[in-house]
């Protein structure tokens, strides 16, 4: 879904914010050593000089071009580029000190200093930030892609991605051809090769997959009708031909320059925000989790001895597996008994499973004076108490606070190739469906037709809309289960 449009300067906000860092600890550095002064922002003059070089660095930032491909330069060329930032943030600084006529306050020495200062410091910085990135390209944050092209050019292909010297930040996990594969052509390969028919569409739509390369040899035409099918599925595809008409941005993927089409693009800063907001909620979640612990965990285990918490494997972004969390509101046999309970499911297919005062829930055999369950699960269940330590799974980066419901595997092994959509962007603690009434929608097209509409109108704006309802909802526990 929300394929980051390509803006260079600001998808390296890391490197930036190391570059602003340094500046302002090389002033502190500079001041106490020629001057003892230890906060050099309380002396007017040096506040008023550190104030014109952090707004000097920041108007040369995004104009300066000094962020294009930084995480691919050599040593010495990065030394260069810090050079050339720094003088051009002095220069910078000098103009506005002559313009304004207040050389008188600022100290050319000081200025010096500061910059050369800055300079063995912002590499230092820049260096130790390239071996993180590095490392963290190296493990399991890896982008997954399918490569489509046909027979003929697999092996030559798959030599030009991984043989040039750049950073990779994908892998291939599948590869497709368009036209028959011969048995025993690439036995040899150590990535499964299959010639793209309605069968693998079907292995692909319940497969890992975060966008699809598509490497368009001249002598075939393009497999449209299976273009579209991606896209109706979410997958962002890349193509390196400009056969199609509608498409919305152009990158690099390893050698090759592609054209890429998207269910929804969003700039780098707004999921910067978006991101940010999830780490903050996610810490304080965690935080109140903890005092949560405190009074559920006994209330749990006095009436069902065992675990307090209660991991699943659900399936996230694109496919990807990992471990959710919730307070534990069931008995520990609930999963051996679903199978007993599915003609109850008031779902109108086997995709989602939900059933009115499930007995399955801890306390449920406890009534109130209307004959409903009254117990512990019911209690956590009913005020979504249970899902608090799925702020944990916010803060890892498996989660978003807003997105659509993890499915678990038996019910994503279900998905027709129009479900997929809705495991385009992460799945979160609320959603559309959640404010929309959950408890009243059965239809799981429905569910789906909401999850895209989400997906395909994604805003900043569009999740603090979601926010506010689900307070509401939660207040008057409309929907809950």
């Not at 498409?247 to 050698?255: K, L, Q, S």
């Not at 699943?312 to 046999?333: A, P, T």
């Not at 956590?380 to 978003?400: A, C, H, W, Y």
């Not at 989400?454 to 926010?467: A, Q, R, V």
Request: charge should be positive.
């Amino acid at each position: 879904m929300q394929k980051q449009m390509n803006q260079e300067w600001m998808r390296h906000w890391d490197f930036m914010l190391i570059d602003i860092i340094c500046l302002q600890l090389s002033l502190i550095l500079v001041c106490f050593v020629r001057r003892g002064v230890w906060f050099p922002y309380l002396d007017h003059s040096l506040r008023f000089q550190a104030a014109v070089l952090s707004m000097c660095q920041l108007a040369v930032m995004p104009f300066s071009g000094y962020y294009f491909t930084i995480v691919r330069r050599s040593f010495f060329l990065e030394l260069w580029k810090v050079l050339q930032f720094a003088i051009g943030t002095a220069l910078l600084a000098l103009l506005y000190f002559f313009i304004t006529k207040t050389t008188d306050e600022a100290s050319r020495l000081l200025l010096i200093s500061v910059m050369g200062s800055f300079v063995v410091l912002d590499l230092t910085g820049r260096s130790l930030n390239k071996k993180r990135v590095f490392a963290s390209r190296k493990s399991h944050k890896k982008r997954a892609f399918l490569l489509l092209t046909s027979t003929s050019m697999v092996r030559k292909t798959y030599e030009k991605l991984f043989n040039v010297n750049t950073i990779k930040d994908f892998f291939i996990s599948q590869i497709c051809t368009m036209d028959p594969v011969i048995p025993g052509q690439f036995d040899d390969m150590k990535i499964p090769v299959s010639h793209l028919n309605e069968e693998t569409l079907q292995e692909i739509n319940h497969t890992y997959i975060d966008e699809i390369l598509v490497v368009q040899p001249d002598d075939m035409p393009m497999p449209r009708e299976y273009i579209d099918i991606f896209m109706n599925m979410g997958i962002t595809v890349n193509y390196t031909n400009s056969f199609m008409e509608n498409f919305t941005e152009i990158h690099r993927v390893g050698y090759f320059d592609v054209l890429t089409s998207s269910v929804k693009f969003a700039s780098a800063l707004s999921l910067a925000i978006k991101r940010l907001f999830d780490i903050v909620a996610g810490f304080f979640g965690c935080i109140f989790t903890g005092i949560l612990y405190i009074f559920i965990a006994p209330a749990i285990k006095r009436k069902s001895p065992g675990p307090v918490f209660f991991s699943q494997e659900r399936i996230g972004k694109n496919g990807k597996v990992f471990k959710m969390y919730k307070f534990r509101s069931m008995y520990l046999d609930a999963e051996e008994r679903k199978a007993e309970l599915e003609k109850q499911n008031k779902m109108s297919s086997d995709l989602m499973f939900k059933i009115d005062d499930d007995p399955r829930i801890i306390g449920s055999e406890k009534k109130d004076k209307n004959g409903k369950p009254k117990g512990i699960g019911n209690f956590i269940r009913k005020t979504s108490l249970d899902e608090f330590p799925q702020f944990f799974n916010v803060l890892k980066g498996d989660m978003s606070l807003i997105g659509t419901r993890p499915p678990t595997k038996n019910e994503w092994n279900r998905y027709s190739l129009s479900h997929r959509i809705r495991m385009s962007t992460r799945p979160g603690l609320t959603g559309m469906w959640q404010v929309s009434g959950r408890s009243k929608i059965t239809d799981f097209d429905e569910i789906v037709a909401l999850d895209r509409y989400y997906i395909e109108h994604w805003s900043l704006g569009l999740d603090l809309s979601i926010i506010f309802k689900t307070i509401v909802v939660l207040f008057k526990h409309e929907g809950a289960v």
